[in-house]
């Protein structure tokens, strides 16, 4: 029996694959020590590309809206250090109104902790004296307790040994974050200074890309992944615009409301549940859990008040303005938001909730359109996959 000279090309390259997944298998640890080299050598550079990514949705922004008209060398020569500079000054005008905003307000708050705590706690004592006063029961409970013999001797040589024992721990822990410090901020700056080089030469550096694959991928593969990676762009690019938008919208909401209502700490809680808010779905509900605590301290009513307030605006803005603002830029399904969010914050935390949103819409949109083709060849008479979304926003917009 002979096989074609394509099929024997095929039986060699399944061979070939079956020995890359076995010899994968055997050695999984070494290759996993690898890649973990590999990460933490690529990290400031992989950090850099993000910081690159993110910085470049303004700089389009400036460069359309400001040399949308602009032609000749000089402008052209001009325009990509000039939108730069606006890029990077926009950013630090925003991080340092948060800040100026925000961190006076952070110091009065801790002051202001500081004085009630005490008044709170002695509130606390007499509330449980009182609760012990009308039902005995909870007295018994404590002479219970008071009742257990506790080993002191042995309680305090077990302190002493773990001090002992733990002063080198100490050392080298402290050593250890100061060496993580040093680390972090060096791979700071050189991601930084990597992001600048990436945003100053970003259609060399895509034409370069563009050459590379097209003198080692066939021209179909090629097309497909210019394809995927236009399509990853505009879904992350559109997230993170929506998201930072959401949670604008979000926090000026919290601070209006808190205002308007007499609440305290309105600013401070505004901006807090702002930053949080980028987290999706959870996000808010960390900041609502730090103001619900510091207006507990100053008025428990309030506090009561201020989870209804929470609950209110999180409905309206879970209905009325997450789809407008972030749902309709990710076109993604809320159970498919749901799962991607749960997916990625067990895999990476809060950076995989952020990044498997966008991740997953691009799957769903990629896989959608396999299955519409596929259904399209084989002549089914089926409706084609997402005209029924479709359709129900037209019914959704015409209703409104």
């Known amino acids: 029996m ?3 000279r394509e099929k024997l090309r095929q039986i060699r390259r399944l061979m070939i694959l079956a020995a ?33 990514f993110v910085l470049n949705i303004p700089l389009r922004v400036f460069e359309r809206k400001l040399f949308k008209r ?6 052209g020569k001009l325009k990509r250090p000039i939108c730069l500079i606006l890029t990077l000054v926009s950013v630090l005008l925003v991080v ?3 800040a100026v905003t925000v961190i006076p307000q952070i110091t009065v708050t801790i002051g202001e902790l500081g004085k009630k705590l005490p008044v709170f706690a ?7 004296n009182r609760l012990a006063e009308e039902h005995p029961e909870l007295n018994l409970q404590v002479k219970r307790l008071e009742e257990v013999h506790i080993n002191w001797e042995t309680l305090t040589g077990n302190v002493v040994d773990f001090l002992k024992n733990g002063a080198g721990d100490m050392l080298t822990s402290t050593f250890s974050v100061a060496s993580g410090i040093i680390s972090g901020t060096v791979n700071g700056v050189i991601a930084f200074i990597f992001a ?11 034409d370069q890309g563009k050459r590379v694959m ?117 076109g993604l399904p809320s159970i498919w938001v749901l ?14 909730m952020l990044f498997f949103i966008p991740l997953m819409s691009s799957c769903y949109y990629l896989f959608r359109e396999s299955v519409n083709a596929r259904n399209a060849r084989r002549g089914t008479m089926q409706q084609p996959w997402g005209s029924q979304e479709s359709e129900e926003d037209r019914e959704r917009s015409a209703d409104e």
Do not use: H
């Not at 010899?23 to 999984?28: E, K, P, R, W």
């Not at 602009?70 to 402008?75: D, F, Q, R």
């Not at 604008?248 to 309105?266: D, K």
């Not at 799962?339 to 995989?352: I, K, P, Q, R, T």
């Open 96 to 98: 340092g109104l948060v």
């Open 20 to 52: 890359v997944l076995v010899l994968a298998i055997v050695y999984s640890e070494q290759i996993v020590y690898g890649a973990g080299f590999v990460f933490g050598i690529a990290k400031p550079f992989l950090y850099g590309g993000v910081i690159a």
């Open 339 to 352: 799962m991607a969010v749960s997916l990625g914050g067990s895999l990476f935390g809060v950076a995989g």
């Open 196 to 206: 600048l080089y990436i945003l100053a030469q970003k259609e060399s550096l895509g």
């Open 122 to 128: 002695d509130n606390a004592a007499r509330e449980l």
């Open 214 to 330: 097209s003198a080692f991928l066939p021209e179909k593969v090629c097309r497909k992944i210019l394809e995927i990676c236009s399509l990853l762009y505009r879904n992350f690019s559109s997230f993170i615009t929506g998201q930072c938008l959401e949670a604008v919208i979000l926090g000026a909401m919290f601070f209006v409301s808190m205002t308007l209502f007499g609440m305290p700490y309105a600013l401070l809680v505004g901006v807090l549940i702002a930053f949080t808010a980028l987290i999706p779905i959870v996000g808010a509900f960390i900041g609502c859990a730090v103001g619900a605590f510091l207006i507990l301290i100053d008025n428990p009513i309030q506090a009561l008040w201020f989870v209804i307030l929470f609950l209110v605006l999180q409905q309206i803005e879970g209905n009325l303005i997450y789809p407008k603002v972030v749902g309709n830029s990710v």
């Open 2 to 4: 002979e096989f074609s």
């Open 70 to 75: 602009s032609k000749g060398k000089v402008a």
